[in-house]
C-alpha cells in the first residue's frame, strides 16, 4: 500500500496552527491563574482588617505564599488549598459531557485547556513536614483560549460551576470559585485513623518528633472526581 505524501505546506502549516494554539490556550490559562493569585491575595488583605477587629485569642491566618510561577498556596486555620498550573495543554476527552455541547461543536478548538489543579493538604503537613501526609484533589478548573472554564469536580465546586459557554474568568467569578473552595474544605475535619494503622511503631519513629511519625495523616473527602450529569451549553 503505498503511503500519500504529505506536502511541505501542509505539514509546516499544521505544526504552526497546531503550536499557535496552544500557545494561545496556555497564554489564557496563565492569565487566569494569575487572576486566581491576585483575588487570593486580596481576600487575605481583608481577612487581615477583620482579624484586626475581632482580635482573636488565638493566631488564625490567612495567607498566601507563592512558590513560582505555577504555584501558590492559601494557608487558613489548619488547612492549605495549594493551586498548580499544569505546563501542558490537553483535550478535553471525547467521552466527557462538555464534548456534547453545542459550544465545542462550533468551534473543536475551545475543546483544549489548560488546566488548574487545587489540592487540600494539612498546614501541619508542611510546618513539620510530614511528607506521608495526603492531599486531596478538590477541583481541577479547565480553561480554554477564549478564557471560559469549567470545573470537574463533586458538590458545590462542580455544580455551581460548570457552565463552560457563559462562564469566563474575571476577579468576581475567581472570587467566587476560591470562596466555595475554602468553605467546601472547612467543611471536611480530620478524622481518627483507623487503629490497626497506627498499633505499631519502629525505633525511628521514636527517635523523630511527634509530628514525624511514618504514618500518613490525612482527611477523607468522601467523593471522586467524575464529571457532573449535567453540563450546560
Avoid at 11 to 39: G, N, P, R, W, Y
Avoid at 98 to 123: A, Q, W
Avoid at 165 to 193: G, M, Q
Avoid at 201 to 229: E, I, P, Y
Wanted: charged content about 25%; hydrophobic content about 35%; aromatic content about 14%.
Amino acid at each position: 500500500m503505498t503511503t500519500k505524501k504529505i506536502s511541505r505546506k501542509k505539514l509546516f502549516t499544521d505544526v504552526m496552527e497546531k503550536s499557535i494554539m496552544k500557545q494561545e490556550v496556555f497564554s489564557a490559562a496563565k492569565e487566569s491563574f494569575e487572576v486566581m493569585k491576585k483575588v487570593s491575595l486580596t481576600l487575605s488583605e481583608e481577612y487581615k482588617n477583620y482579624e484586626e477587629k475581632k482580635a482573636p485569642k488565638f493566631s488564625v491566618p490567612l495567607e498566601v505564599e507563592s512558590h513560582g510561577e505555577l504555584d501558590f498556596s492559601l494557608k487558613f486555620g489548619g488547612d492549605t488549598l495549594v493551586f498548580l498550573l499544569h505546563t501542558n495543554i490537553f483535550e478535553i476527552p471525547r467521552d466527557h459531557n462538555v464534548m456534547r455541547s453545542k459550544y465545542i461543536k462550533e468551534d473543536p478548538e475551545r475543546s483544549y485547556c489548560g488546566i488548574v489543579h487545587i489540592y487540600n493538604f494539612l498546614t501541619d503537613s508542611f510546618k513539620y513536614n510530614r511528607t506521608n501526609d495526603l492531599g486531596y484533589l478538590i477541583g481541577r478548573i479547565f480553561i480554554n483560549k477564549e478564557h471560559h472554564y469549567f470545573i470537574d469536580g463533586k458538590s458545590e465546586l462542580g455544580f455551581m460551576y460548570n457552565n463552560f459557554r457563559n462562564h469566563i474568568i474575571n476577579e468576581a467569578n475567581v472570587d467566587k470559585i476560591i470562596s466555595s473552595a475554602i468553605e467546601y474544605t472547612l467543611s471536611f475535619d480530620l478524622l481518627i485513623p483507623p487503629y490497626d494503622q497506627v498499633k505499631l511503631l519502629t525505633v525511628s519513629d521514636m527517635q523523630s518528633t511527634w509530628d514525624s511519625f511514618g504514618f500518613a495523616t490525612g482527611k477523607r473527602l468522601g467523593f471522586q472526581f467524575n464529571a457532573d450529569a449535567d453540563v450546560s451549553e
